[in-house]
């Protein structure tokens, strides 16, 4: 990669993780829930609801961060262009997530900045390690997103139909970002390397809820 090539990569990443983090992503997309009648929700079921979509939110920050570290240092070019094409439709679910979170008046995790660094961080890692390991990085992490997913879509309000309407598109979502990681050569993880995975993803989703 020439070194103009890695210096405008860095400016890119440096505006996009202050717009991430300042809240100021613009879907291209418009909301799943668009044209979902607003739900009349109980407080409990309101702030149960908040939480999780504050999960959801957060994990997309961390997704953010995962694609500019591994574009960041990408070998190949067409894979770089496709982590980004896959973070930009990202930054959907980012800025939906935020905007039901208003509706719910409530707010984003306070922890967010610590997971961008982190999350970055282990992206880049894990791109230095060759495009392969990267890919399959993103297939391995899509899955475990998806299985999230699926318990927030069992676990949020039955009468939330927006928050739900948003959970759904975004695990589709998803599911197709990890399908093409493995199709561009990506290779495949081994089970105890994803449940290592899991494990670091519920100390994310437990404090995420709550802070």
């Known amino acids: 990669m020439a070194a103009n090539s890695l210096l405008d990569l860095a ?3 440096a505006d996009r993780v202050l717009r991430t983090l300042a809240g100021q992503r613009v879907a291209e997309r418009s909301s799943p829930a668009q044209h979902v009648e607003t739900p009349q929700l109980a407080d409990k079921h309101r702030a149960h609801a908040a939480g999780l979509m504050r999960v959801n939110h957060a994990g ?8 500019e570290g591994q574009a960041m240092v990408a070998r190949d070019a067409q894979v770089r262009d496709a982590l980004l094409a896959a973070a930009r439709e990202e930054e959907d679910h980012l800025a939906w997530c935020d905007e039901r979170l208003r509706e719910l008046d409530s707010r984003p995790s306070a922890l967010n900045p610590l997971w961008y660094g982190v999350s970055f961080a282990l992206g880049a890692a894990t791109g230095l390690l060759g495009d392969k390991i990267s890919l399959g990085f993103v297939a391995a992490t899509e899955d475990q997103v998806c299985r999230h997913l699926d318990r927030h879509l069992h676990d949020l309000p039955r009468e939330d139909s927006r928050s739900r309407a948003i959970v759904a598109q975004m695990r589709d979502d998803e ?19 994803k449940d290592a995975m899991t494990l670091v993803s519920a100390v994310m989703t437990a404090t995420s809820y709550r802070v």
């Open 11 to 13: 400016v890119i990443a």
């Open 60 to 67: 997309e920050v961390c997704a953010q961060a995962l694609y």
């Open 175 to 193: 599911a197709r970002h990890g399908t093409a990681a493995l199709e561009a050569g990506g290779a495949e993880f081994p089970q105890p390397v």
